[in-house]
């Protein structure tokens, strides 16, 4: 495990502090530790949806997303939801 040492102002410390002393965590270390593990678990789906937007502008040519085009596509949807086809 690294070490990482932080310096925090006197108010969010004294937050830090009142967690711990609230009985949810045994130290600082363990709060901050929730603290930044509960950060990436929400930033995972977003990392995720960035990853997938940059596959889909490498996939090949461009489609101009019109009115018309939507309605076809509604259309094929709604075809192949109803012969139960994938």
Do not use: C, H
Not at 12 to 27: I, K, T, Y
Not at 43 to 58: A, F, I, M, V
Not at 69 to 83: F, G, P, T, V, Y
């Amino acid at each position: 495990m690294s070490t990482l040492n932080i310096t925090l102002p006197g108010d969010l410390a004294e937050f830090v502090e009142e967690q711990v002393l609230g009985g949810a965590f045994s130290s600082a270390e363990e709060y901050v530790v929730y603290l930044v593990a509960s950060a990436r678990e929400r930033l995972k789906p977003t990392q995720n949806l960035k990853n997938r937007l940059l596959e889909g502008l490498d996939s090949g040519q461009p489609t101009e997303v019109t009115k018309d085009w939507w309605d076809k596509k509604r259309a094929r949807l709604i075809i192949q939801s109803e012969s139960g086809r994938p």
